[in-house]
């Protein structure tokens, strides 16, 4: 039954993500087409800002609520009650940092003033994350999955409805965006009432030191990927101004909406990953497919991306032209993220989540390091290269202490999925040759005939592997 019910939920939860990925990458390349490289590069930094800031708002709360509810579902009005009560603290401490920040960072009137219209969507998602968190922890997720999707679809209409009549302007899009977080806030705090009453939704005014010790590992994590992901643009407007964030947007935007693929797999692997934690043998098979998995996934799209970036950059506007080298360089960044995804699982299986926090932490330095020495040198170009050093980095460290708890080898890694990315390069050289004689649609059929017949050719795609996948996604 239990089974059952995980299964249902991340269902849902996986199918509304990919719904709402796949619509918010579609209406940001119409905003990006309609904006032009200045104006979009005012709403990224301005809801980059907002983003990164939020995390003060949370300040990992949520995941211990979760965790807490899930334990003990009884006491889910107290611990939500304790954690509307630190926000009643940090929702007004985060909006004062938005009023002074963008001005300290030398940010234009433009943003600034976006910014401020923004502080909506930061008081809107970080309650809208509380209530989904409490309902999480009841292993209700259907609500949540359906609040993600119709907020996005609801922002989206509305913003391109303003595109359609002529009425959109950079506030107004903030405006749409900050109703469909609204939604989502209204959605979820309906669904939580409905369960606990409304007396839920009174914050415990009460200083609780356990619950914030418990947060704070999450809150650490959270900080650091936030700055990691953001940095690179606030260095970008620093040095080369604000249309330079824009045209690196789409590259940011056409690498990252990849990420959500790896997830839902990640969802089957922590809880079969936990269960094997004990034995080291079962462990390694299971973190050798888990890294065949999304091998499998990863090597046709960055080296098909790659192959073809100018013909993709040249469905966006114009302005965008400067975007394709960017693209084809940190498209490969997806290589250690997609590897690193059974590497933190493995970590977090086995009870060490405070390594995979500490690398995170490294990561952001380095990150940061590298922005500010090669943007100046490479300019945009100079932000992906920063992005892949990071990332490597933190594939390699992570597999250095992985690698000892289930006795790996890295030419072990290397025969599981190395056939997946020479095959991926086949592929993409196979592209190269032919993209400038047929039809955009035509090369990308090319590529995948070619890549399937290299995986076979390879080996890199067995049955037996494809039993061992079918198998983990039983588990659930």
Not at 153 to 180: D, E, F, N, R
Not at 264 to 273: N, R
Not at 360 to 386: D, K, S
């Amino acid at each position: 039954m239990a089974g059952s019910i995980l299964a249902k939920n991340t269902l849902f939860l996986t199918a509304a993500s990919i719904g709402q990925k796949c619509i918010a990458f579609a209406y940001f390349a119409v905003l990006a087409n309609y904006l032009g490289s200045s104006g979009n590069g005012a709403y990224f930094l301005a809801l980059g800002l907002v983003v990164m800031i939020g995390v003060f708002d949370d300040i990992g709360l949520t995941s211990v609520l979760t965790r807490e509810v899930a334990r003990t579902p009884g006491d889910a009005v107290r611990w939500l009650r304790s954690v509307l009560g630190y926000k009643v603290f940090t929702i007004p401490l985060s909006i004062i940092a938005l009023f002074v920040l963008p001005s300290t960072l030398g940010y234009s009137h433009e943003v600034q003033g976006l910014v401020i219209v923004a502080l909506g969507i930061m008081i809107a998602d970080t309650l809208s994350l509380t209530f989904y968190g409490v309902l999480r922890g009841l292993q209700i997720l259907q609500y949540e999955s359906l609040g993600i999707f119709t907020g996005q679809l609801l922002s989206t209409l509305l913003g391109i409805g303003l595109i359609v009549t002529h009425h959109a302007t950079l506030t107004s899009l903030v405006i749409a965006l900050t109703l469909g977080s609204c939604f989502n806030l209204i959605f979820g705090a309906w669904q939580v009432t409905r369960r606990l009453g409304i007396k839920a939704l009174v914050p415990s005014i009460k200083f609780d030191a356990v619950l914030l010790r418990m947060a704070l590992p999450f809150f650490l994590a959270a900080i650091f990927v936030k700055v990691y992901s953001y940095f690179d643009s606030f260095v970008l407007n620093a040095i080369l101004g604000q249309a330079s964030v824009g045209v690196y947007s789409v590259a940011y935007k056409l690498t990252y909406a990849f990420q959500f693929l790896p997830l839902a797999f990640v969802g089957a692997l922590y809880p079969t990953m936990s269960a094997a934690a004990d034995d080291p043998a079962r462990l390694k098979k299971i973190f050798l497919d888990a890294e065949w998995y999304v091998s499998f996934l990863a090597a046709p799209i960055v080296f098909g991306i790659w192959s073809l970036a100018p013909e993709i950059i040249s469905y966006f506007n114009p302005d965008y032209a400067n975007a394709a080298i960017p693209l084809s360089i940190l498209i490969f960044v997806l290589l250690p993220i997609f590897l690193d995804f059974p590497i933190g699982s493995l970590l977090n299986a086995t009870r060490r989540q405070h390594i995979k926090t500490a690398i995170m932490g490294v990561v952001m330095v380095i990150n940061a390091v590298a922005n500010i020495i090669l943007i100046p040198i490479l300019g945009i170009a100079g932000a992906c290269v920063a992005a892949i050093i990071s990332f490597v980095f933190m594939f390699v460290v992570g597999w250095y202490f992985v690698s000892p708890i289930a006795s790996l080898k890295f030419v072990e890694l290397v025969k599981s999925v190395g056939g997946f990315y020479a095959s991926g390069l086949v592929m993409a050289l196979a592209v190269f040759a032919v993209k400038s004689y047929v039809p955009f649609v035509v090369s990308m059929i090319v590529g995948a005939v070619v890549y399937l017949i290299c995986i076979f050719v390879s080996r890199a795609f067995t049955l037996d592997h494809a039993r061992s996948f079918r198998a983990l996604l039983r588990r659930r």
